[in-house]
């Protein structure tokens, strides 16, 4: 639910803040007042492109601000945590308009795009307007009411689960017969196969065929370092007993020093670690080979390697993993022929039970189809549209395969003359005529839509006296529903508010700007009044308007 818009220097608009509760909130003014611009300035926070010549003369940018209660509409709770922008129970849309063309949105205050703010909008609130492109005209969204309307979900879920089961089942084939033919590349696997499983290419077996190789490379260097080191700690003079004969001389006189007796552990314990290390030294000597037909043999094995992963195009640690995925695709081409036998007739019977589950979904929509176009017609001809021909006709899909939303898509078609043939929708000339068809659907859907608050704009054009009240009875019957603003300029429509907003102009400094108002119970009265008789109001004009209030306030919400 809107909650609140804040407007600053708007077309003629300076500031403006407006608060929102339930029901139906009209707002009123005089021609070229402003009033439509409130819904302007919705259209914008929807992600409308941007319009320099909205920005106020004078002024650098517009500023634009929105907030939107979350309690009635879970949709867009969940879009919001989905993108990360969820701040709480409450969300705030805000963009600004330069005066050079540029715009920039935020969404909870952090930066968005403005196909995120359209996404996001969609689900808020939906504007009714006489030359905006409504959702309620796309296909899409008309097949979607339709399907709320007839309360089918499981037939809808039956569809979706069979279209799935048959795009999986064909993805599997594709995948299957873009591999080319199959013995082919069985033949050519087994040839990679065979040259990869010739070496060792595990990761431990590759690591140390690697310090194989490096040790022979470097075996005399390798030889002369440990000769050396021989020659240090070996012989006479060697470094073990060298530390033995200095623990002699210690314990000798260790009885007078007790200390010296740490000194003596000391020595003992790197005597014992030096003879350790003199054995290791002679073990690993003894391992060292100079053997250059070694040599050549680990350098010819390691080239090997590194020429299978050049060829194979991944890493020499990669080899093993690329093998196994191999061999796994060698194994599962086995039986390839017979699979590609299998699938065939899976999603052969996969297009049966789609068919079988959207027919039943057909068949319902039709149904739902019929009844939905009687009461939209009876709430036509209720809103001043007699002899207007209301239907939902639901021609096929263009395409073969299983769609997860059935074998057809809802087209809502109107005509307004007698006579004339049914056009769609979305090819309704006359703006009056499409808000007013708009909400007669909106009426005969009431409560099926997930958007909580919507707007219309000037949904009483051409209209007057008894088809004005029954439109205003409408939308007062709406609010009791959904949120509902309406910009209108017929009395009996503002009669039907629940609260009243009044938008007046003035020149200041020679510059004309608008101001909105709250209205309250007397100034209610002087303004529908002022619909009523003109600029001159007269006690006649104000008896009238209080009547009007009066019977708007008791009409019965249905």
């Known amino acids: 639910m809107l909650s609140r818009l804040s407007i600053r220097d708007f077309a003629v608009v300076a500031h403006a803040e407006l608060a929102f509760a339930d029901g139906l909130t009209v707002i009123s003014g005089e021609t070229g007042a402003g009033k439509s611009l409130l819904v302007d300035a919705l259209g914008f926070l929807c992600g409308a492109r941007a319009d320099a010549g909205a920005v106020r003369h004078g002024?650098?940018?517009?500023?634009?601000?929105?907030?939107?209660?979350l309690a009635d509409c879970p949709p867009a709770a969940v879009w919001l945590g989905d993108n990360d922008l969820d701040e709480g129970e409450a969300c705030q849309l805000r963009r600004t308009l330069r005066a050079d063309g540029g715009s920039r949105a935020w969404i909870n205050g952090r930066a968005a795009s403005l196909s995120q703010l359209g996404e996001l909008a969609a689900l808020l609130v939906g504007i009714h307007g006489q030359h905006e492109q409504q959702a309620l005209l796309s296909r899409a969204t008309q097949t979607t009411l339709l399907d709320a309307y007839a309360r089918h979900p499981e037939l809808l879920d039956a569809v979706r689960a069979a279209a799935r089961r048959w795009q999986s089942l064909a993805a599997e084939r594709d995948a299957l017969l873009a591999r080319g033919d199959v013995a082919d590349r069985r033949a050519w696997l087994r040839h990679q196969l065979d040259e990869l499983e010739a070496e060792s290419l595990e990761p431990a077996a590759l690591a140390e065929l690697d310090a194989a190789h490096r040790r022979q490379a470097h075996a005399a260097t390798l030889v002369a370092t440990c000769d050396q080191a021989l020659d240090g700690l070996g012989g006479d003079d060697a470094l073990p007993q060298r530390a033995r004969k200095l623990q002699a001389i210690l314990q000798r006189e260790a009885t007078h020093e007790p200390r010296l007796g740490e000194v003596d552990a000391l020595l003992d314990s790197a005597a014992i670690q030096l003879d350790e290390a003199l054995a290791e030294l002679e073990r690993i000597r003894g391992d060292l080979d100079l053997d250059p037909d070694s040599l050549a043999t680990l350098e010819r094995r390691l080239g090997r390697v590194h020429d299978l992963a050049r060829?194979?195009?991944?890493?020499?640690?990669?080899?093993?993993?690329?093998?196994?995925?191999?061999?796994?695709?060698?194994?599962?081409?086995?039986?390839?022929?017979?699979?590609?036998?299998?699938?065939?007739?899976?999603?052969?019977?996969?297009?049966?039970a789609w068919q079988e589950a959207a027919a039943v979904l057909g068949a319902s929509r039709r149904r739902a189809g019929d009844a939905l176009a009687g009461t939209v017609a009876d709430l036509i001809a209720g809103l001043g549209m007699q002899g207007a021909h209301f239907e939902v006709a639901l021609p096929a899909n263009d395409v073969d395969a299983p769609d997860p939303l059935g074998a057809e898509r809802a087209e809502f078609l109107?005509?307004?003359?007698?006579?004339?043939?049914?056009?769609?929708?979305?090819?309704?000339?006359?703006g009056g005529e499409l808000s007013r068809i708009s909400l007669a659907i909106e009426v005969a859907t009431l409560g099926l839509d997930a958007v909580p608050t919507m707007v219309f704009d000037e949904v009483d054009a051409g209209i007057g006296g008894a088809v004005a009240a029954a439109?205003?009875?409408?939308?007062?019957?709406?609010?009791?529903?959904?949120?509902?603003?309406?910009?209108?300029?017929?009395?009996?429509?503002?009669?039907?508010?629940h609260a009243h907003y009044r938008v007046s102009k003035a020149a200041r400094d020679g510059i004309t700007q608008s101001a909105v108002v709250l209205l309250d119970a007397p100034a209610r009265i002087e303004e529908v009044a002022r619909m009523l008789g003109g600029s001159r109001l007269t006690d006649e004009a104000r008896a009238a308007a209080r009547q009007l209030l009066l019977d708007a306030a008791g009409a019965p919400a249905g």
């Open 471 to 497: 439109v205003g009875a409408r939308l007062r019957a709406l609010g009791g529903n959904r949120q509902v603003l309406c910009v209108t300029h017929q009395p009996q429509v503002a009669a039907a508010g």
């Open 414 to 430: 109107v005509t307004a003359n007698p006579g004339q043939p049914p056009r769609p929708l979305r090819k309704v000339a006359s």
């Open 311 to 352: 060829k194979h195009r991944v890493a020499p640690a990669a080899l093993a993993a690329h093998r196994d995925a191999l061999a796994a695709e060698w194994v599962s081409l086995e039986d390839a022929g017979q699979r590609l036998l299998d699938l065939d007739r899976a999603i052969t019977i996969a297009h049966a």
């Open 59 to 69: 002024a650098q940018r517009a500023e634009l601000e929105a907030e939107f209660q």
